[in-house]
């Protein structure tokens, strides 16, 4: 079977109801970016799809950053002179400061107040903060719940370990025709947070499932990393095999019910530029499409210019420009299962024109074959598409010089790849058309 069949087969609503449930296991765990949160995380990952589990030690050198110390954390809380739980890890892991040094003290709510992080804007909303990279400990609560703390003395716990261990992270590779690579990305340290890291973890994961049985043309290398570090790591330790990298995506913040978008890679006119472009352009709905910045997510990283990989990123909302992004909000209630299945759907949308793309030649550039001849017209669709897979049958004639790809046949034509796609396919059996890469000079063309 083909991508473009896995598509057409593809329910997408039982998909998404699938990956909802799924995410709905992952949701509780405390994620960081190191520690058991991150492996249990991949040992769920791992029964879906197969998965090879890297650990990779503190204090590795990788370029100008370091591996960091371990940090896994089992409890954490906040309780008065009278026992009372005020702040609970237990309710949710967006109470501790991710990344928090352990501290176990009794101090007065004023002694307190510098380690307490809240989000006065939403008052009921927890946020989510971290500290990586300095030692330092913390509490995120609502704004209620801070406003109603009573001075007075309290007991401080975080039963957290910061030690020397591991950096984790996943790597699932799908063999293809070719040893050229398509990565695809997705952050995995970010604790009960649904559309942020989820949402993105989720459509990997059934992407590679959709995947996994096919022998597509380009080998598919899908990470489940920690953020920054994690590319950063991925990145030292594979320098020598980046060339094969054809085009990726990071993928984040694909749940949520705004409209797609996708941020170019730093080149921005790579091939998975215009793939994305075409697709959105093609998919009948409100879409954005934005330059590269060096701020986001791992195409940070990826894009950098020692590594100026074409590598653009693919999220509905992007970070920061939803009220819930990196608060309690972010919850299962923000992911919508038909911008889930959307998103999914579009990922593979993309698969299949990279999969479909390549440069043919016409065999009879001089004048227009006769295509009645041939029986063409009568393989034709119905009479209300009939026109455009002519059309498409015209222009890809048109456009193969061995110089432009059907995608630039698409493009220019404005139809969509598909139908190009299954132009060229029907041109090369009728032996009018032919692999550039085979054949690469027309015959019987004239060359200027
Ligand atoms: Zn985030």
């Known amino acids: 079977m ?3 069949g896995v598509r057409a087969a593809l329910d997408l609503e039982t998909a998404a109801s ?11 765990i ?7 949160g991150v492996r249990e995380t991949l040992s769920l990952v791992k029964q879906q799809i197969p998965l090879t589990v890297h650990e990779v030690p503190s204090g590795t050198p990788v370029f100008d950053w370091t591996v960091p110390k371990e940090w896994n954390v089992r409890d954490a809380w906040v309780e008065t002179a009278d026992g009372e739980r005020v702040i609970d890890f237990r309710t949710s892991n967006l109470h501790v400061l991710n990344g928090s040094v352990p501290v176990h003290a009794r101090m007065s709510l004023e ?16 946020p989510y903060r971290t500290s990586y990279y300095a030692e330092r400990w913390g509490f995120c609560l609502s704004h209620n719940r801070l406003q109603r703390l009573r001075e007075g003395e309290y007991e401080v716990c975080i039963d957290a370990t910061l030690e020397n261990g591991h950096l984790t992270y ?20 970010h604790p009960s947070l649904a559309n942020d890291n989820l949402s993105g973890i989720a459509l990997l994961t059934f992407l590679a499932r959709a995947l996994a049985g096919l022998r597509p043309r380009y080998s598919y290398r899908f990470l489940f990393i920690p953020g920054t570090i994690g590319a950063i790591t991925w990145l030292a330790l594979n320098e020598a095999h980046v060339g094969r990298i054809k085009h990726g995506l990071v993928v984040a913040c694909v749940g949520d019910a705004g409209r797609s978008t996708y941020k170019k890679s730093r080149r921005g006119d790579a091939e998975i530029d215009r793939v994305v472009a075409h697709v959105l ?22 894009c950098s210019p020692g590594f100026d ?24 209630d923000l992911v919508q299962p038909a911008a889930l299945a959307d998103s999914l759907d579009k990922a593979l949308a993309v698969i299949e024109v990279l999969e479909g793309n390549g440069t043919y030649v016409n065999l009879n550039p001089r004048c227009e074959p006769q295509l009645g001849r041939r029986g063409l017209y009568r393989m034709l669709g119905g009479p209300a598409d009939a026109g455009l897979d002519e059309l498409a049958l015209l222009w890809t004639l048109s456009l193969s010089d061995g110089r432009h790809c059907l995608l630039d046949v698409a493009e220019r034509s404005g139809q969509p790849f598909a139908a190009v796609r299954r132009a060229a396919d ?17 015959a019987g063309g004239i060359r200027p």
């Open 2 to 4: 083909t991508i473009a």
């Open 309 to 332: 990989l074409p590598v653009g990123c693919f999220m509905r909302t992007p970070h920061g420009r939803f009220p819930e992004y990196h608060t309690s909000a972010d919850d299962l």
């Open 170 to 189: 996943g790597e699932c590779y799908v063999q293809g025709e070719t040893s050229d690579e398509v990565l695809l990305s997705a952050h995995v340290c």
């Open 111 to 126: 002694a307190l107040r510098p380690h307490l992080f809240t989000l006065p804007e939403h008052p009921d909303w927890v």
């Open 426 to 442: 029907v041109l090369e059996h009728h032996g009018l058309l032919t692999d550039a890469h085979v054949q690469p000079h027309p």
């Open 18 to 28: 699938e990956m909802l449930a799924w995410m709905a296991d992952l949701y509780p």
């Open 281 to 302: 352009r093609h998919a009948g709905a409100a879409y954005e499409i934005v330059d590269f910045s060096p701020y986001g997510y791992d195409e940070r990283q990826f």
């Open 30 to 36: 405390c994620r960081s970016i190191t520690g058991d």
